[in-house]
Every structure is written in structure tokens, then in C-alpha cells.
């Protein structure tokens, strides 16, 4: 079974420091992805990041996957109230047309930003 | 593009009662997913479908569950003889799906919660 830890659980911050939040597994994944989730609703997608070593920027927002494909992390600069949420990574197990939604996310990052 | 659209949004019921929830995914998505969520987890991959073919179903969907896209259009998942561990969130999700859509976008809806009292 595969399966992505992502650390920390929970973050509280205040407005404009800087974060890390990563995600991890001893498997390997054809792409990565990130999804932001608000209370009461479903995951959004922010970025999938395909290639190992690849790196994607979204604004304020670094996503970096590993250079095996095994781990990825989300970088934050300056972070702003707005930007309270909670963040999934989701691995794709397979490149295959059939099995590659089937996807596997981690736990989640609650993340809090404080004016 | 109107999105993912679930329905009821929240569902609360008795323990052994049946509930069935529906999907609306994006029209000329081909691909629809459901996945549960618990409190403080992620979600969990259910089953999906290509058109109206359930193609492949997680061992978390026991002989209870069953899932439905008749038409290869809207979705149907219904849970019978429900137990308090059935409370959580239910996900659908749609996707344009091609032969090489490894990495094609899933999108979302808000979700079922669903309360067994």
C-alpha cells in the first residue's frame, strides 16, 4: 500500500514568515499534486508537478517534487491571512491511462496564518 | 463550466437506514470518482468510472456500497444497512480522461457529509 505522510499536521503562523510543508513516502509516483481545501468543500487543485527535481511556482507558492519521485514540498513566502487552509499532497501511482486518478493523499497540513 | 454538483449536501440518518447521494459532474468529463474523507484525514480513493463502466473499486467499498453511472452521466452511491463507521465526507470528482491523462486535473465537488446516528 502506498502512502504519503505530510508534516507538520498542523501550522499556525503569523502573517508574512515564511513555511515549509512536505510530503513524503517510500514509493515512487508518476506525478504529485497539490490540492487546497476550505471548510465545507471539496479539494482544489493548486499544481502538479510530473518531472523529478521539477520545480513549479503559483505567486507566493513553491512546489518542488523530489528528485526520485518519492517526496515533494510546498514552500510559502510572506504568507498572508488568505492563505489559511488546508494543504493535500496526492500522489498518481501509475502511469497508465486507467489507474492514474486512483490517487493517494496524505493526511493533510492545517494550516493557520494570523494577522 | 458549472462544476462538480453533489447532492444532498448533508445527510444525517439512523444506523441500518439506506442513503443514496448523486453527482453531477462536469458535462464533458468522462471520468468520475468517488472518494471519502474522514475527520482529519485525507480523502480516500472509492471507485471510478470511464463513461457509464465502474472500472475499478477500493477495498474500502464493502458489499454495502454500490455505485452507479447509468448513462455515463451523473453518478449514484449508495450505502445500505448503514453503520456509524459509514460517517464521513463523500467526494466525487470528475476528469477528462485520455489514454495518456496521467496527470489530467481532478475536479471536485463540495461533498456529501454524511451523519449516522
Known amino acids: 500500500t502506498q502512502l504519503l505522510e505530510q508534516s507538520p499536521q498542523f501550522l499556525s503562523i503569523q502573517e508574512g514568515e515564511n513555511l515549509t510543508v512536505y510530503c513524503n513516502s517510500s514509493s515512487v509516483f508518476s506525478s504529485l499534486q497539490w490540492y487546497r481545501q476550505e471548510p465545507g468543500e471539496g479539494p482544489v487543485l493548486l499544481v502538479t508537478v510530473v518531472t523529478g527535481g521539477e520545480v513549479k511556482k503559483l505567486k507566493r507558492l513553491t512546489f518542488q517534487f523530489g528528485d526520485a519521485r518519492k517526496d515533494s514540498s510546498l514552500h510559502i513566502t510572506a504568507a498572508q491571512p488568505g492563505d489559511t487552509g488546508l494543504y493535500l499532497c496526492?500522489?498518481?501511482?501509475?502511469?497508465?491511462?486507467?489507474?492514474?486518478?486512483?490517487?493517494?493523499f496524505g493526511q493533510g497540513t492545517r494550516l493557520t496564518i494570523n494577522p | 463550466d458549472t462544476g462538480v454538483s453533489q447532492n444532498p449536501r448533508h445527510k444525517i440518518t439512523k444506523r441500518g437506514q439506506n442513503v443514496t447521494f448523486r453527482c453531477d459532474p462536469i458535462?464533458?468529463?468522462?471520468?468520475l470518482y468517488w472518494y471519502r474523507q474522514t475527520l482529519g484525514q485525507g480523502p480516500e480513493f472509492l471507485t471510478y468510472?470511464?463513461?457509464?463502466?465502474?472500472?475499478?473499486k477500493s477495498r474500502l467499498l464493502s458489499d454495502r456500497f454500490s455505485a452507479e453511472r447509468p448513462k455515463g452521466s451523473f453518478s449514484t452511491l449508495e450505502i445500505q444497512r448503514t453503520e456509524q463507521g459509514d460517517s464521513a465526507m463523500y467526494l466525487c470528482?470528475?476528469?477528462?480522461?485520455?489514454?495518456?491523462?496521467?496527470?489530467?486535473?481532478?475536479?471536485f465537488g463540495n461533498g456529501t457529509r454524511l451523519t449516522v446516528t
Open positions: 470528482a470528475s476528469s477528462r480522461g485520455t489514454v495518456s491523462s496521467y496527470n489530467s486535473p481532478l475536479h
Open positions: 496526492a500522489g498518481a501511482p501509475s502511469r497508465e491511462g486507467q489507474g492514474a486518478q486512483k490517487l493517494v
Open positions: 468510472f470511464q463513461n457509464e463502466a465502474q472500472l475499478e
Open positions: 458535462s464533458e468529463h468522462n471520468r
